[in-house]
């Protein structure tokens, strides 16, 4: 209990100075076509980044932890260096082409938006290089169940960034917010680089084991290149939308995800290890249990958060964002996207199921749910938004996390009662 509370309480914090800083923008610019600029050059930079890390963690965790202790210096060495080597080669390919791919997903976007967009998407193409070596050096801690420091280097350069975004935004503008991603992201992977000596060498590291990591790191990819381009699809028809309906739609997404990153980090992230080590001991009933007493305490848990925002969302957001160049019909728009989006709290289960099927080695199962998901939902978003506009794209974000949630559930559930 008490390490839950620990953990807890550190990504509540960190959670706390990511919302600060889009509560910043949004406040202090508001909703229009500088904030969709800078979410639009998130498409291809922060949210590939997600994608890349969550694949990595998922697929390294499990891996490292059936590693002696003595080779895995070796070990996340040569990852190290290999993940960043890929990743500023992928970096230099962004910024050379943001004016393309920028244009092309976001078709909307007025001229004066679409330089901005391209200028800011030029700098978090960074990010992708220190966020990737986060990420592996992250995958070490996790394999060794410490949890605890990672989410330390997380929240002290999110708090400095912070700091230093409030004195530069009202001189620098929006342009300082993206330079603050890359900041931050380069501190942290500074922090986390003292795990390792990278005075010893690399040579005695089993390249079975390097090309196993790869082999399963390029399926996920595969996979995730498909169902993850959700946000890409959600900014490309939201800049069709009036000016400012991809700020709108990316702020109450991003709530909801707060949440989930808060349950992922806490419950689902340590289950992955868990599972792992229950699954190498035989002991199935036991992981039965630890998984099925999280669902149901994570479920009640997203419904009473649905509940309150219900009920409760309007005052809360007048309190925290209503006033300077947020409105009131811009309040009453996001309270309504954010009711819609509802389902995307139900994301947990399918959290909880993925943590098992990666820890009992099964990624593909993940792969197929998600990308079979990923075009029926794609289906019903450009459907609705034809019918109600950006509302049919929150539909059909929280459709996507239920069908998930739902059919990673049912297929362990079976899983786990063959085994054991």
């Known amino acids: 209990m008490k390490f839950i509370f620990s953990l807890g309480s550190l990504a509540i914090l960190n959670l706390v100075a990511t919302v600060a800083v889009q509560w910043l923008v ?10 969709d600029a800078y979410f639009s050059a998130q498409v291809l930079t922060l949210i590939p980044l997600v994608i890349l890390g969550d694949v990595v963690l998922r697929v390294l965790v499990p891996l490292l932890a059936g590693i002696p202790k003595q080779d895995l210096p070796g070990v996340v060495k040569v990852f190290t260096l290999q993940v960043f080597s890929g990743l500023a080669l992928a970096a230099t390919v962004l910024v050379l082409s943001a004016p393309v791919w920028v244009s092309v997903l976001s078709p909307g976007l007025s001229s004066q938006a679409l330089d901005l967009s391209v200028e ?8 992708l290089v220190f966020g990737g070596l986060t990420t592996v050096l992250k995958s070490v801690y996790y394999a060794e169940q410490r949890f605890i420091y990672p989410e330390l280097t997380q929240l002290i350069p999110g708090v400095l960034v912070l700091i230093g975004i409030v004195g530069a935004l009202p001189v620098y503008g ?10 931050r992201f380069l501190l942290q992977a500074i922090m986390l680089f003292r795990w390792n000596d990278w005075r010893g060498s690399c040579s005695d590291t089993d390249p079975a084991l390097i090309r196993l990591a790869w082999r399963r790191i390029r399926a996920l990819l595969f ?9 890409m699809l959600d900014r ?16 109450g997404n991003q709530f909801y995800s707060l949440f989930l990153v808060l349950t992922d980090k806490v419950f689902a992230a340590p289950l992955m290890s ?3 080590n229950d699954i190498n001991a035989g002991q199935i009933k036991r992981l039965r249990e630890k998984y099925s007493q999280r669902v149901l305490l994570l479920l ?14 309007k005052w809360g957001l007048n309190f925290l964002i209503g006033y300077g160049q947020f409105g009131a019909e811009d309040i009453d728009a996001l309270w309504q996207l954010m009711i819609v989006l509802g389902g995307v709290l139900v994301g947990v289960v399918g959290q909880l199921s993925s943590s098992c099927f990666y820890g009992m ?3 593909n199962i993940v792969i197929r749910v998600a990308i079979i998901n990923f075009f029926i939902c794609a289906f019903v978003k450009v459907v609705a938004f034809n019918s109600v506009g950006v509302v049919g794209i929150a539909i059909g974000i929280g459709t996507y996390q239920v069908l998930n949630a739902l059919g990673l559930h049912i297929i362990l559930c079976r899983k786990l009662r063959k085994v054991g």
């Not at 800011?120 to 990010?127: E, L, Q």
């Not at 929006?174 to 900041?183: C, N």
């Open 274 to 276: 868990i599972a792992a």
């Open 300 to 313: 009640a848990v997203a419904v009473c958060v649905w509940l309150a925002f219900v009920f409760y969302g």
């Open 120 to 127: 800011m998407a030029k700098i978090m193409s960074i990010t």
């Open 223 to 231: 996979g995730a290149s498909i169902y993850e381009t959700g946000p």
């Open 236 to 251: 490309y028809l939201a800049s069709l939308a009036p000016v400012g309906s991809i700020s709108l739609l990316a702020f």
């Open 26 to 35: 949004l406040v202090y610019i508001g909703p229009g076509e500088k904030t």
């Open 361 to 363: 080695g099964k990624t």
């Open 174 to 183: 929006i342009v300082s917010v993206a330079w603050g991603m890359v900041i």
